[in-house]
T-cell receptor, first 112, second 112 residues
Framework: AQSVTQLDSHVSVSEGTPVLLRCNYS??????LFWYVQHPNKGLQLLLK??????LVKGINGFEAEFKKSETSFHLTKPSAHMSDAAEYFC??????????FGAGTRLTVKP | DAGVTQSPTHLIKTRGQHVTLRCSPI?????VSWYQQVLGQGPQFIFQ???????GRGNFPDRFSARQFPNYSSELNVNALLLGDSALYLC???????????FGEGSRLTVL
C-alpha cells in the first residue's frame, strides 16, 4: 500500500523568504508524485509532477521539488514567497494503477 | 477551453435523504474520478471511471455509487445521508495515461 505524510500541517513564512513544504512517501513500486495547491473555495491545481524522469522537477509559479529515493522524500520549495502563494498544499503519490493518495495538506501562510 | 464543471456548487440535505452530484470532464478526457474532502483534511478517493467502467473504488460504504455516461460525464450518488457525509465532493478528469488530475471546484454538501 502507498501513503503520503506531510510533515507540517502549517508553515508560516515572510514574503520574500524561502518556502519549504515537506513530504515523505511510501510506495511498493516506483511512484509518480505530485504537488497540488488549493486556494480558498477553489478546486485543486497541479503545481508539478515527478514521473521517473529528472529528479528535480520545476513547476508553475516558481515552485520546484526534488525526488530523493534514498530518503523517500519529495519536498516542495520556492526561493521567494509571494503573498499569492498563501494556500493549502497537498502532496500526492500514485502507483501504477493510478490510485492516487493525498496527504493531509500543509497550510502555507505568507506574512507581509 | 472549459475546465471540469460540477453541479450543484452548494446544497443542503437532511439525514436519510439522497443526493446526486454531477460532473462534466474536460473535452477529450475519458477518465473521471471522485474525491471526498472533509474540512481540514486531504481529498479521499471514492471512485474512478474510465470508458463507463469502474476502474477503482476507495474505502467507502455501498451507500456511495457512481456511473459514467457515453459522453464521459459522471454522477455520484449518495443514499441514506449521514451527518458525516458533509464535505466538499471533488470531481477530476484525466487524460489517458498521464495520471494527472484536473479538478473541478467541487460540490459542497451539508447534511443537517
Amino acid at each position: 500500500a502507498q501513503s503520503v505524510t506531510q510533515l507540517d500541517s502549517h508553515v508560516s513564512v515572510s514574503e520574500g523568504t524561502p518556502v519549504l513544504l515537506r513530504c515523505n512517501y511510501s510506495s511498493s513500486y516506483s511512484p509518480s508524485l505530485f504537488w497540488y495547491v488549493q486556494h480558498p473555495n477553489k478546486g485543486l491545481q497541479l503545481l508539478l509532477k515527478y514521473t521517473s524522469a529528472a529528479t528535480l522537477v520545476k513547476g508553475i509559479n516558481g515552485f520546484e521539488a526534488e525526488f530523493k529515493k534514498s530518503e523517500t522524500s519529495f519536498h516542495l520549495t520556492k526561493p521567494s514567497a509571494h503573498m499569492s502563494d498563501a494556500a493549502e498544499y497537498f502532496c500526492v503519490v500514485s502507483d501504477r494503477n493510478n490510485d492516487m493518495r493525498f496527504g493531509a495538506g500543509t497550510r502555507l501562510t505568507v506574512k507581509p | 477551453d472549459a475546465g471540469v464543471t460540477q453541479s450543484p456548487t452548494h446544497l443542503i440535505k437532511t439525514r436519510g435523504q439522497h443526493v446526486t452530484l454531477r460532473c462534466s470532464p474536460i473535452s477529450g478526457h475519458k477518465s473521471v474520478s471522485w474525491y471526498q474532502q472533509v474540512l481540514g483534511q486531504g481529498p479521499q478517493f471514492i471512485f474512478q471511471y474510465y470508458e463507463k467502467e469502474e476502474r477503482g473504488r476507495g474505502n467507502f460504504p455501498d451507500r456511495f455509487s457512481a456511473r459514467q455516461f457515453p459522453n464521459y460525464s459522471s454522477e455520484l450518488n449518495v443514499n441514506a445521508l449521514l451527518l458525516g457525509d458533509s464535505a466538499l465532493y471533488l470531481c477530476a478528469s484525466s487524460p489517458l495515461g498521464t495520471g494527472e488530475l484536473f479538478f473541478g471546484e467541487g460540490s459542497r454538501l451539508t447534511v443537517l
